[in-house]
């Protein structure tokens, strides 16, 4: 269930993201980050040093162990790493100081903060294709096996197509 949602909620964000109709910049193009302070103007951020800039915030956080970070538009994905015995309230509460540490920052309000084991492999596989020059592809892919996971399997089905292989398979020589 948990899965689900968090699926659900990225690919929500990136349904929002996708209204843009914004190209993916290449590594040349790399979007501009500015913060958002009425009273001192700050230098732009580009994409990878943004994503850099917010692992390092999410990694001071006592019990993170890793982080993977995928910025898209004006929103970032924070994958955490955490110790795997670690019983669900301890992991809630380092994946909520996390997020409390990234709200503090203005860059990193505008962040998700997961630390399912899954979800953070796809960001690190999203993560290396983007370096590598593939940010849709790579993104795609991942977001395909995400759904792939979290579509349910139904047994009806299941037993219809089996039916059918057997309706169509040739009679057994004798």
């Known amino acids: ?16 993201c996708g209204s843009k109709q914004q190209a993916v910049p290449s590594p040349q193009e790399q979007t501009q980050y500015h913060a958002a302070s009425p009273t001192q103007p700050e230098a732009p951020m580009d994409r990878e040093a943004l994503r850099s800039h917010l692992t390092n915030i999410a990694k001071r956080v ?35 100081s996390v997020a409390e540490a990234l709200s503090k920052d203005k860059y990193g309000a505008q962040s998700v903060v997961t ?36 579509v349910p399997q139904m047994p009806k089905s299941v037993k219809q197509m089996k039916q059918t292989v057997e309706q169509h398979s040739p009679a057994p020589n004798k």
Not at 7 to 13: E, G, K, Y
Not at 75 to 93: E, M
Not at 131 to 137: F, H, S
């Open 115 to 150: 630390a399912d084991v899954d979800m953070n492999q796809r960001l690190r596989e999203i993560g290396n294709d983007i370096r590598n020059g593939y940010p849709i592809q790579g993104f795609s892919n991942e977001l395909a096996d995400i759904v792939g996971r979290i």
């Open 1 to 16: 269930m948990r899965k689900l949602i968090i699926a659900i909620l990225l690919i929500s964000i990136l349904g929002g």
């Open 62 to 96: 006592p019990g993170v162990q890793n982080v993977n970070c995928v910025v898209f538009g004006n929103t970032a994905i924070v994958g955490i790493d955490v110790d795997a015995n670690l019983d669900r309230s301890r992991v809630g509460s380092i994946k909520y």
